[in-house]
Each structure stands twice: as structure tokens, then as C-alpha cells.
């Protein structure tokens, strides 16, 4: 299984698989078989907006009744509410990542975890669907989503190692690797995110959705929840900058790579092109998602000309001086976010804006607002 790293490829894939969005989408997506037809694959587009929730959801219901398109079209808000969700307690990542600096400080202290860990990452652990799943995520960069849950609930609940370590392995390759949906999703599993709440994976519902492919034996049959910190209270939601008047540099980056709704707004003066996914995690990104953003990037560049790339957080940092005012796509919470200089106007997509609000507690509490968020299409052309 191969992703593109282009646009036309990401839309491509999207008019594929449009067809299937609907009922059969419902029944079938549970299960993880071997090419993953049954799902869309567009998320490591998604994930970098290489194409946008907007243009998935209006191909979704421009082919489909609402009904038959629901449950699609909910998984797609799943990634809104967690980046919203995240956006009202940014606390939650530098936790995340105080979480994991210690625990790689463990790793290179303690002889016996490291050695457990790099056998969980490797694929050598012994439980055959375990091991296929971390070597199936480092060749091909993508996991299906059933496949995600498993292997955090064994990572946790039956090896036993600190989920921050998981949530990095899935962050080094996923080439979806996405802060708010990584990170929330290791905590649901593990029961901090809805509080005492875990997801066990069992092996009776493995071999089902695997189609018999695994029947593990040894998992943990009981899933404690893990010790965790409690969910923040939420601080307030960032808001857009005014668009700068006159001339205007532009900074792109990774977490937003179809930026024309941007440009089209400003007079742009420059672009530069930053990418943050070294900042991912402490350690190295593998092959696979190193190779993707190199292609992703050089798809951006053909798509909008003549730009300055920036290697580093501080050749941004020394750019960004040598203008008088300089915008940006909102980066959200994540690495990126956190190694860029001050100074530069960030620029809310009106669709996270309208929906981000709403992403206060519980999914259940955010699945009301679906059709009203939906319902702005019938008014607006685009909600970018
Ligand atoms: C432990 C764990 C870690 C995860 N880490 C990531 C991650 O780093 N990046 C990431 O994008 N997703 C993550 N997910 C969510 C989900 O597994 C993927 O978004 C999904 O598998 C992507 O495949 P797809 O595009 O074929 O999905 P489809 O089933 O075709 O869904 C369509 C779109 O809906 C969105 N979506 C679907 N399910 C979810 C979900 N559970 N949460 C958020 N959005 C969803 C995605 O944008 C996806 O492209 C994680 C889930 C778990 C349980």
C-alpha cells in the first residue's frame, strides 16, 4: 500500500473512494483486511490539509443521503473535535511530552525496559498480530483504525509499557501523525481521556474483524485504568488574528498545506515554507514519513511557485525579522506550534472556527452540533 504525496493523488483517492462512503462504509469499516479498501485512506492527506474536511464532507453528502453518509461524515468530525478538544487544553501535549521525556530517560536507565520496548517497536514481542502491526506501520506509515486500538491496548494493558512510548513509536511513522488525534486517542484507550474508561482488546473481536488471520492467546483480560492526569480545565480558544493590511509575508508549514483560502485574502509579498515534522518527537522520524513530507513538500512547491524553504525553527525565526508582517495558517497545538516565534498573525479556517467551540466535553455532547455545522453549507459557498 502506497500514499502519494500529492494533491492529485489525495483527490484522486478521494473521487475512489466517494462511492463507497455511505452504507457500505457503516458495515464494513470495522474490519481490518489486508489493503484496507473498506476505509478512505485519505487521512495522511487530511492530516497535512493537503485536501480539506470541507471537500471530503460535500463529495460525501453530494453522493450519499445524510442518513446512509452519517456515519462517514462522523468519523470525519472525530478529527475536528479532537483537534478542538486539544485547542482547550493545550496542557494535555506538554504533559503528553513531559510524560515521554521521562519515559525515555527510564529507557536509557533501566536495560530491561529498553529491551521491551524495542522489541514492541520492532515486532518481536512474540504476539503475532502485535508484531505484525508494528512492522505493518513501519513499512507502510499507515494502521487501520481497529488496528491503532489493539495494539495501544496491548502496548499498555499487556506488555505493559508507558503509553507515551507508544504514542511516539505511532508518532516517528504514522504518516497521519497528528498531536491531537495520536495523543488523545493512546488516553482514551488507556482510560484517562473518558475517565475510567478502557478499551480492551480481545481476542475473540481481533480474529473477528481480522477474519481469522489472528486468534492471539496471552492478553491481558483486564484493562485498569491507567494513572494519568485528570483533564485540565479548559482555557480559552485562540482566535483569529486581524488579516494584516499591505504587503505581507506568508509562512506555510505542514499543518496546513492547501493555503490558496490564505494567499487569496493577503497581498503577498513572500512564502516560505516551514516543516515541523522533525518536531514530532525527540528521536528520528522513520523512512517512510520522512519520504512523504519530502514528496508532500515538493507538491506544494509545483502547486505555488517560487518559495523560500526554512530548515530549522531558527531560520524561521531570522526570516520572520526581515519582514514587517508575516501570516500564517493557525498552526495547531503540536510540535510545530511550539518552535515558532512570536510575532505572526495566525489565521483561523473559518471550519475550525465554526466547530472547534463546540469540541467542550464528550464526543456525544459535540455529535449534536454535526447538523448545524453542516447546515452552514446550504448558505456558503465554502467553508474552507
Ligand atoms: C491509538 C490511536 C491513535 C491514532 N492516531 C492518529 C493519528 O496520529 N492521526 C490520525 O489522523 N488519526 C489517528 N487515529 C484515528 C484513526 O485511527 C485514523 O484517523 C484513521 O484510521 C485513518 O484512516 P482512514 O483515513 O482510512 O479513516 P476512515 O475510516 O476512512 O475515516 C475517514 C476520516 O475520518 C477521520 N477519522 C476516522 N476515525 C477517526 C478517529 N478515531 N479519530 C480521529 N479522526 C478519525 C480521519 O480524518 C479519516 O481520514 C488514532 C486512533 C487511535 C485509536
Request: glycine share 8%; proline share 7%.
Amino acid at each position: 500500500m502506497t500514499f502519494i504525496p500529492s494533491r492529485q493523488a489525495a483527490l484522486a483517492r478521494l473521487t475512489a473512494f466517494t462511492p463507497r462512503m455511505g452504507r457500505d462504509y457503516a458495515s464494513q469499516r470495522n474490519y481490518d483486511r489486508p489493503g484496507h479498501d473498506d476505509v478512505s485512506r485519505l487521512s495522511p492527506y487530511l492530516r497535512h490539509r493537503m485536501i480539506t474536511e470541507d471537500e471530503v464532507l460535500r463529495a460525501c453528502l453530494g453522493t450519499h443521503s445524510p442518513s446512509a453518509a452519517q456515519k462517514f461524515v462522523q468519523e470525519v468530525y472525530w478529527r475536528t473535535y479532537w483537534k478542538g478538544w486539544l485547542e482547550h487544553r493545550p496542557s494535555v501535549w506538554t504533559q503528553y511530552r513531559a510524560g515521554l521525556t521521562q519515559a525515555l530517560n527510564d529507557v536509557q536507565t533501566q536495560s530491561g525496559l529498553r529491551a521491551e520496548w524495542e522489541a514492541a517497536c520492532a515486532g518481536d514481542t512474540g504476539i503475532d498480530c502485535f508484531d505484525h502491526w508494528a512492522r505493518e506501520l513501519v513499512d507502510t506509515g499507515y494502521l487501520h483504525n481497529h488496528a491503532r486500538m489493539w495494539f495501544a491496548s496491548i502496548w499498555m494493558f499487556t506488555l505493559r509499557l508507558p503509553w507515551e512510548l507508544g504514542a511516539d513509536f505511532f508518532l516517528r511513522h504514522l504518516l497521519d501523525g497528528d498531536p491531537a488525534s495520536n495523543t488523545l486517542g493512546w488516553r482514551w484507550v488507556g482510560g484517562m481521556q473518558t475517565v475510567g474508561k478502557t478499551y480492551l482488546a480481545r481476542p475473540s473481536n481481533i480474529s473477528r474483524y481480522t477474519e481469522g488471520r489472528f486468534k492471539p492467546e496471552g492478553l491481558a483480560a483486564f484493562a485498569p485504568p491507567l494513572d494519568g492526569y485528570p483533564n485540565p480545565d479548559r482555557s480559552p480558544l485562540p482566535t483569529s488574528d486581524p488579516l494584516p493590511k499591505g504587503p505581507v509575508a506568508v509562512l506555510v508549514t505542514e499543518d496546513d498545506m492547501t493555503p490558496d483560502w490564505l494567499l487569496d485574502q493577503l497581498d503577498v509579498s513572500q512564502i516560505a515554507y516551514f516543516d515541523g515534522t522533525a518536531h514530532r518527537s525527540p528521536l528520528h522520524t522513520g523512512a517512510k514519513l520522512s519520504a512523504f513530507m519530502a514528496g508532500a513538500k515538493d507538491d506544494l512547491l509545483a502547486r505555488i511557485g517560487t518559495v523560500t524553504v526554512l530548515d530549522t525553527a531558527d531560520d524561521v525565526a531570522n526570516w520572520a525579522k526581515d519582514h514587517d508582517a508575516v501570516a500564517m495558517s493557525y498552526p495547531p497545538v503540536g510540535g510545530t506550534a511550539d518552535v515558532l516565534p512570536d510575532g505572526i498573525a495566525k489565521i483561523l479556517r473559518p471550519y475550525d472556527a465554526r466547530a472547534w467551540p463546540h469540541a467542550t466535553a464528550g464526543f456525544f455532547k459535540f455529535k449534536d452540533k454535526i447538523p448545524k455545522l453542516l447546515g452552514a453549507y446550504d448558505d456558503q459557498p465554502e467553508m474552507l
